[in-house]
């Protein structure tokens, strides 16, 4: 056979680059690889299939163990409606989001209603009546410019009498500064949690995958000004690999819910830690 042991450094400085492209960060890619290169070994993985198989149990393992204590189920308040609150810098995709996973919601039986509380970006609300015409789900709306928590406060309120086992609101991500955006999403947090007994069972924070390391940045910023339970990361069809779920997950702990993986409605999955992996070096 030829020199083997070359070979073997050409693969794993290739997977490092590999890793490094993906958006896992050049920390993260080193350790890992690292750590593969002696796995690999250790296991006398040979052949591509068995590379390739330890590579992904070790991206697996890495990333379940930034977050022993996390839940990456979505949560339900046990009697009235839940609400999901999505948060994001602009474009990242939360109206998207929202229409597609209002859909599949409304699919598995559930009824559900959508607040358009992003009153900031012009054509926000439109987008959502859209999705909502589409698929055949209520939306509340205000008038432009409107206080985003009037919005949300008519959302609760129209949740609750039609019996909605799920509310959606769209909000704006202003990241002018992190006090206004904290402000706002504390004052739309109260006016929930005035009219219904908890506080959203979840807060969706969208991440743009095709953004690299600002989505971790946004990530922090977020975390910092509200209390979030979970990304969905967009726009996974692209070329982006997602990578930077890594760094989320070490660094800030948060679970990744969903993906999504294109405009249409079907384009949303939960999240497969194994799938992602794959994916990080397919
Ligand atoms: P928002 O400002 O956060 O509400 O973002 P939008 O929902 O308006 O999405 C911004 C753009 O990204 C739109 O053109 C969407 O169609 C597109 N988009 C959202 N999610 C995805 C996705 O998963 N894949 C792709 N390819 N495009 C997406």
New binding site residues.
Partial sequence: MANFRSVDEDFFEELEETLIGADVGAQTALQLTDELRNEVKLQNAKSKADISRVIIDKLVEHYRSQGVNEDASMHFAPEGPTVILFV??????????IGKMSARYKAEGKKVVLAAA?TF?AG?TQ?LQAWGERNGIPVVAGAANADPASVVYDGVKTAIETNADILFV?TA?RLQNNVNLMQELAKMKRIITRELPNEPQEVLL?LDATTGQNALQQARLFKDSTDVTGIVL?????TAKGGIILPIRNELHLPVKWV????QVG?LQPFDADDFAKSLFG
């Fill in positions: 994001g810098v602009n474009g990242v995709g939360k109206t998207t989001t992003d970006r926000a987008q769209d991500g969208a967009t726009k996974l069809d692209g999504g993986l294109g405009e384009d």
